[in-house]
């Protein structure tokens, strides 16, 4: 069915260290997914996006990873600091009615 | 800032109430999305219109519905509230239908008591 997933609902990671989220999705039709970071009375806020027909892309900080293979999406963040701490969603796009589908999210606790 | 606003930010009602939320979209863009978020979820589809028209619909029950004016501003109506409405109602802008990213507004707390 549709649903995109997340497999670690609390990531606590220390400062200055790298943090890796990951994400499942089950819909062979998306053609583009995009990681969002949502902070505490905000809006999702757009980090990075990437399309089917690439495996990898890089922003400031942040890496996204495809693996059409596995159905499988990671989000890197490098030197991860205080402000990264949010709940981070991926999202996939239907290419057939541009629905997107967002997963539940993750906690990303940054540990001083 | 993603220059798109969402009014009011907070809102009780009470169950069987209509309650009608506002989103002004980031300039230039004709498109609006509506999500709603319940607490501790991931954002849900419920509606898309473009150019005033209604342009794709998630598996929300008709008293949810929607409008789009000539400026591109939205509303989001609700009818007949229900206790599981409370949720953060999320209103996303992009440039057009096919274009990908979506910039959110901060959304609007419903409270259904």
């Known amino acids: 069915g549709e649903s995109v997933g997340l497999h670690l609902p609390t990531l606590s990671v220390q400062e200055g260290d790298n943090s890796i989220i990951n994400c499942a999705y089950s819909?062979?039709?998306?053609?583009?997914f995009i990681w969002y970071k949502q902070e505490s009375g905000k809006g999702p806020q757009f980090i990075i996006d990437?399309?089917?027909?690439?495996d990898k892309r890089q922003g400031q900080r942040v890496t996204v990873l495809l693996n059409k293979t596995v159905k499988h999406l990671s989000l890197q963040i490098a030197a991860t600091q205080p402000g990264d701490s949010a709940v981070y969603f991926c999202?996939?796009?239907?290419?057939?009615?541009?629905?997107?589908?967002f997963g539940t999210g993750t906690r990303l606790k940054v540990l001083a | 800032e993603t220059g798109v606003t969402q009014s009011p930010t907070h809102l009780i009602k009470t169950r069987g109430q209509q309650v009608t939320l506002r989103c002004s979209s980031q300039s230039g863009h004709n498109t609006v999305s509506w999500y709603q978020q319940a607490l501790g979820q991931g954002p849900q589809f419920i509606f898309q219109y473009y150019r005033e028209e209604e342009n794709g619909r998630g598996n929300f029950p008709p008293r949810f519905s929607g409008l789009q004016f000539p400026n591109y501003s939205s509303e989001l109506n609700v009818n007949a509230l229900e206790l599981d409405d409370s949720a953060l109602y999320l209103c996303a802008s992009s440039l057009g239908v096919g274009d990908e990213k979506l910039f959110f507004g901060s959304g609007t707390q419903l409270s259904v008591l």
């Open positions: 990437i399309r089917s027909n690439m």
């Open positions: 819909n062979s039709a998306s053609d583009y």
């Open positions: 999202a996939e796009r239907d290419s057939g009615t541009y629905k997107y589908i």
